[in-house]
């Protein structure tokens, strides 16, 4: 065994944690600590303006996910998994992600394992972005001098088979990310500002792009996925060019930020000043956290069969899809307008301080546009299930709803909306961008 991996060390006793702390109050250096999410303390008068108060919650973090250098998860007690080896243990497990893992780091560090084979270990030359890649070779090297067979064949599994530790993965990330995204993942980084839309803030816990019903975490590889698509027209760039291992290793680091984020979010709410935090209260909600992302792969929208595209099943989804709600209809046009276009009444209220006008919002508190749905632009795949996917689900933090089992009234019946139905919808959608001719030429509302 070389030094590699310690992975029972992970395990800290969490009981061993008093969690009363000094009530100093230091500033923290971004790019060392993370910081305390703002406006999440500020909801909470016995949290905002005691710094001791706020050190202790930082503190309790710090103990749950560590620091961006050294992010590390506490391992529960009665968890039969270890958080730190996540994406790992994932992606080792399943055949045909550990071929293509391998396959990359061949190709990334190919150079390197040319010298390995070649017997040639002084001429093995240090990869980028990869620094404990680079300490583990070296203490292999190290334990195994004097054994070049041994080194050979333990070197070339050690490059072929490298997935990044979750600091480097924080490294890479404050490489890459971290100017849009910011240290603690609030989407708050210097450019974020100029962005419309916005940087996604992991803390909430709200993503996206899945393919989950329910408002579920997203899975590894829906994460992996928009890591290597990129979010087609907004600044979300892709990240193809980059290894497998590394953006694996990203899809770790986002979720434990998500996670710390999620966490803080729930301990500031029910912080007191009378009883502080306890271990106990710490424990379950954090266990809870853990939780919601560990089940993510149950809420998988399965459709094996798509249904042929036929005139009937066109004309049904149009029908749904422009028929307001109070007719019985599933209502689409309130927000996406009779043309499809993303001027419906519902795309914009009235702003509660300035009176004016303006797009409706987000739940990360952004403005936000009603896709136009005649432009073709669909930001996690255009494939027709991938569309079935949004409708089934609703778009989780946008105010796009969920519409499976929603009510509809037709033939004077009432149901609620089916698989069926909601594949009616989404080829139908696809002909918006298309055949735009096809849609109502009624005047829209804006
Ligand atoms: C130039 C700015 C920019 C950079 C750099 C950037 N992102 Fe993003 N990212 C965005 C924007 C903007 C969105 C929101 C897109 C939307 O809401 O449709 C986003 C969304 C996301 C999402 C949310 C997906 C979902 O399902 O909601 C994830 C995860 C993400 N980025 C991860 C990363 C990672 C990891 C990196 C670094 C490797 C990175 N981003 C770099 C701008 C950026
Ligand atoms: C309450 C407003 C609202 C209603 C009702 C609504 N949408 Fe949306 N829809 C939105 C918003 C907002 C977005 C953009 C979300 C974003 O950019 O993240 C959107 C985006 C979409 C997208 C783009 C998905 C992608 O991958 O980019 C599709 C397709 C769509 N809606 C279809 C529908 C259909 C079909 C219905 C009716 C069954 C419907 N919407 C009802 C607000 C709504």
């Not at 202790?56 to 968890?79: H, I, N, S, Y």
């Not at 243990?89 to 293509?100: H, P, S």
């Not at 067979?149 to 990330?173: C, D, I, Q, T």
Request: one cysteine or more; aromatic letters at 10%.
């Amino acid at each position: 065994m070389i030094v590699r991996r310690h992975r029972s060390a992970a395990l800290l006793a969490a009981v061993a944690l008093t969690l009363t702390l000094s009530c100093k109050f230091e500033p923290f250096t971004p790019e060392l600590h993370y910081s305390l999410n703002g406006p999440v303390v500020e909801k909470n008068p016995d949290l905002q303006g005691d710094p001791g108060a706020q050190a202790q919650l930082a503190g309790v973090l710090e103990m749950l996910v560590g620091t961006p250098k050294d992010p590390r998860f506490l391992a529960l007690k009665d968890w039969d998994f270890d958080p730190n080896y996540w994406g790992e243990d994932l992606v080792k497990k399943d055949e045909n992600a550990l071929a293509a893992l391998i396959a990359s780091n061949r190709a990334a560090y190919r150079e390197q394992i040319a010298s390995i084979e070649a017997g040639d270990f002084e001429n093995v030359f240090q990869p980028r972005f990869a620094d404990d890649l680079w300490r583990w070779w070296l203490a292999l090297k190290a334990e195994k001098a004097g054994d070049a067979a041994a080194l050979k064949e333990e070197g070339v599994k050690l490059f072929s088979e490298y997935y990044p530790s979750l600091s480097n993965s924080a490294a890479f990330y404050r490489n890459q990310c971290f100017h849009c995204h910011g240290t603690e993942g609030g989407g708050n980084g210097s450019t974020s500002r100029f962005l419309n839309p916005r940087p996604r803030d992991y803390r909430p816990g709200k993503f996206k792009f899945t393919a989950l019903k329910g408002k579920s975490r997203p899975r590894h590889e829906d994460v992996y996925r928009v890591l290597t698509e990129g979010v087609y027209t907004t600044a979300m760039p892709s990240f193809r060019r980059f290894t497998d291992a590394q953006l694996h290793g990203l899809v770790d680091y986002v979720r434990l930020l998500a996670i710390r984020g999620e966490t803080e979010i729930l301990l500031a709410s029910f912080y007191t000043s009378d009883e502080g935090l306890s271990l106990e209260s710490v424990q379950e909600n954090y266990g809870d956290v853990v939780a919601k992302w560990r089940g993510a792969s149950k809420q998988v929208i399965a459709a094996e069969d798509i249904p042929a595209v036929t005139p009937e099943r066109l004309a049904h989804g149009r029908t749904l899809f422009m028929t307001p709600g109070e007719k019985g209809g599933a209502n689409c046009v309130s927000c996406h307008g009779t043309s499809g276009r993303g001027d419906g009444a519902s795309a914009f209220e009235v702003d509660p301080l300035t009176k004016e006008t303006r797009r409706v919002k987000d739940e990360w508190g952004n403005e936000i546009s009603v896709r136009d749905l005649t432009r073709g632009v669909f930001r996690f795949g255009r494939r027709p299930i991938d569309l079935y996917r949004r409708i089934y689900a609703g778009i989780n933090g946008t105010p796009m709803p969920e519409h499976i089992g929603m009510t509809v009234t037709e033939d004077g019946k009432q149901h609620p909306m089916t698989e069926s139905d909601i594949w009616d919808l989404a080829f139908f959608v696809r002909t918006l961008s298309v055949h735009e001719a096809t849609v109502a030429a009624a005047p829209s509302h804006h």
